[in-house]
């Protein structure tokens, strides 16, 4: 199977965890697409579902399939989160915001009771950092926020390297209006202690580590379906 079709086929098998009249947390990135698209045909058999989607991309295309949307200011509490990530640790620590949207991503998962993350076995690690870590940045204090936050890799003891994400020639602004760093700094012996240093810089908006927050995984790969429950 190509590696779009293990993302189809993650996305179908975590379209059966999806219950009639839930409101559901929609994702963002290719596979989550992919499960919006088998969704949509779900819909138009007449199972009812309200979407919060995590970006404006996402959004336009529930719109374009048909599938109701909400916002959380309407529905704050939610029954479902469905989204992909970059990587997976055995711990269902992910790592998310190769797309851009790893803030709304993070606000629409911390609203819902369960999410499930859904991808191709190629996201499976031993331990996060081989994907470069998005951070959010505010753009005012770019400069002075980009040394706090060098500077706290530094103090845990990481070297490597911080880049601005940029789009053809221009900073890439999220929906949210803010920029992107990308840290390359290798594996994450300690995702909590990394998280708390980051939160802790005034500029950083947020981060695409998400810990403890994932439910399930389900995973695709030459074997066919795995669903991995997180530990404790």
Known sequence: MSQDELKTAAAR????????????????????????????????????????????????????????????????????????????????????????????????????????????????VDSLGGFALPIEVNPFGLEATRLHVQGAYRDLGYSGELRLRVRSGEAFETDGGHYILDASFGHISNPKALSDALHAIPGVVEHGMFIGMASLAVVAGSGGIRELPARG
Do not use: Q
């Open 13 to 124: 098998a975590a379209l059966a965890h999806v219950e009639d009249g839930m409101k559901l947390g929609i994702g963002t990135g290719s596979t989550a697409e992919a499960f919006v698209h088998l969704l949509a045909e779900k819909v138009g058999d007449g199972m009812r579902v309200l979407g919060v989607p995590t970006s404006e991309r996402t959004a336009r295309l529930c719109l374009e399939l048909g599938v109701p949307l909400t916002s959380l200011d309407e529905e704050p509490e939610l029954d479902l989160c469905i989204d992909g990530a970059d990587e997976i640790d055995p711990a269902l620590n992910l790592t998310k915001g190769g797309g851009g949207a790893l803030l709304r991503e993070k606000i629409v998962a911390y609203a819902s009771a369960k999410m499930i993350v859904i991808a191709d076995e190629s996201k499976l």
